[in-house]
Structure formats: structure tokens, C-alpha cells
């Protein structure tokens, strides 16, 4: 198969740029998939450990983007280095029009995939090439695995919002309690979340007061990874799942054994 590209005009295209932004606090590096068929970008991450793992997906207008017509709609996978760079070559076309074409072909492996080769950014004054980096690099989560293995919970033990001010608040009160690295949330009669000095109530009398009191703890580390929105979150025997009422976003953050 000789090389072939998708090819877009974009402008305005500072949502994209925070919906890639969702992505750095956990990893360099993003595998971007490219559906032509659905119209969105969409990306999983995860960190070293795997305890927190996200995915999230943008259509293309939403981002700013539009895509050449194709007759035969793919699926191409592209391979960012680094996201924050790619933020910033995106920045220096000053949210002036310009075209971006990914250049791909196919990669045979035990499956044969559509695989970047090049991302061309141009405008009439300034054109900047960004080669992307090998599947290879990155371990594929699909969206099937992440639906209904990962942030599926089989024993829900509790459901419950969480607000941009609640995730605000208790950023700030986790600076304050530095010195502790655990938080944990905790649902009794009142939901709470809490640190070492603080305990922070979110929700009053959610529940039946005589049911048994649920809780779990997690890094404060891993809530960094959280974004400021609004969600609904779930409470598993072993997992947090975070699906964000904004955005298409879900962040699923897995428990930890305090020391």
C-alpha cells in the first residue's frame, strides 16, 4: 500500500488543544486514533502503574477541524511523542487557518493497521512537520477492553457527584495537607472525601443511614489526573470511575493500601 493521507482544515482549534491537555498530566506520549467513519479523535492513557487510566473522544467540529470528504472512511492510529509539544507548534499558528495532513500507512503486524507517518501543519506562512512514533511504543487498550472490563464494576457500592467547585476545593485542601499522600472517599450516611487534615463533606444524606459505609482510598497523585468538570462517579470495591457530565471523557482511578 503506498503511503496515503487525511487531510484537514482547521481554525480555532483551542478546544483541541485542552481536550490533548486532558492527556499530558498522565503521559508524555498519546496514541491518537482518527475516525474518519464517526468524525472524532478519540485517545486512551494510562500511567506506569496502570492505576489510572483514561479515555476520552472529541468530534472533529467540536475541535475546530475539518476533514476532506473521503469515498472510504479509516480508522488511522497516530503516535504523538509528546503532547505538550504538539500543543505548541499547534500555538504558533496563532488560531489563524491552516491545514493539517496526516500522512499514514499500512502497518502489518498480527493485525494490519493504519498507522502515521507525519502530521504537516501549514498555512501560508509557515509549515511545520511532526513525525509520529511507532504502535509499538504504546500498549493498545481498545475501546471494547476499557468499556466493559475496566471501567465496568461489576459490585457497584456506591454512586454519587462530583462538582468542578468539589474537585476545586479539594485540590486546594490537598496542597494544604502536603505532607500526606492518601485521600479517601467515604460514603455512610454523608458522602466525604478526605485527607489526613481535612474532611471535606460533599453530599448530605444521600443514603439510608443504617446501610454500611463504603469507602476507598486512592493516591492524591492519581485525583491530579481528574480534570475540572462535572461528573457522575461510581464507586467499586477496587476502582473509582469519574464519567465526566461535560465532556465524552471517563478516568478510572484504582484503590491503593495506605502505608
Known amino acids: 500500500m503506498a503511503v496515503q493521507k487525511i487531510e484537514f482544515s482547521a481554525k480555532n482549534v483551542k478546544a483541541f488543544s485542552t481536550w490533548l491537555k486532558k ?5 508524555t506520549a ?14 486512551k492513557t494510562y500511567n506506569e502503574l496502570r492505576s489510572v487510566v483514561k479515555f476520552s473522544k472529541i468530534k472533529f467540529d467540536e475541535a475546530g477541524f475539518s476533514i476532506k470528504p473521503s469515498k472510504d472512511p479509516k480508522k ?10 504538539l500543543m505548541k507548534i499547534i500555538d504558533q499558528f496563532n ?27 501549514k498555512n501560508k506562512n509557515l509549515k511545520m512537520t511532526v513525525d509520529c512514533i511507532s504502535l509499538n511504543v504504546f500498549k493498545y487498550i481498545s475501546d471494547k477492553l476499557f468499556m466493559e472490563s475496566i471501567s465496568n464494576l461489576n459490585n457497584v457500592l456506591s454512586k454519587f457527584e462530583l462538582t468542578e467547585e468539589h474537585i476545586e476545593q479539594t485540590n486546594s485542601l490537598c496542597v494544604l495537607d502536603n505532607e500526606h499522600k492518601f485521600m479517601e472517599f467515604r460514603d455512610g450516611d454523608n458522602i466525604y472525601v478526605s485527607g489526613k487534615i481535612f474532611d471535606l463533606l460533599l453530599w448530605e444524606n444521600l443514603h439510608d443511614p443504617s446501610a454500611k459505609e463504603e469507602s476507598i482510598t486512592i493516591f492524591k497523585e492519581q485525583f491530579e489526573s ?3 468538570e462535572n461528573y457522575n462517579v461510581q464507586m467499586g470495591e477496587d476502582r473509582l470511575v469519574f464519567t465526566s457530565e461535560d465532556l465524552a471523557t471517563i478516568t478510572v482511578i484504582s484503590m491503593v493500601e495506605p502505608d
Not at 492527556?23 to 503521559?27: G, P
Not at 495532513?101 to 502515521?116: F, K, P, Q, S
Open 76 to 85: 488511522i492510529k497516530v503516535g504523538i511523542y509528546n503532547i505538550v509539544r
Open 95 to 121: 488560531d489563524e487557518e491552516f491545514s493539517l495532513t496526516i500522512n499514514y500507512d499500512e502497518v502489518i503486524g498480527e493485525t494490519t493497521e493504519l498507522a502515521g507517518l507525519t502530521m504537516v501543519l
Open 30 to 43: 498519546l496514541l491518537l486514533e482518527i475516525d474518519e467513519a464517526e468524525s472524532t479523535f478519540s485517545a
Open 226 to 228: 481528574v480534570d475540572v
Open 23 to 27: 492527556f499530558s498530566s498522565i503521559e
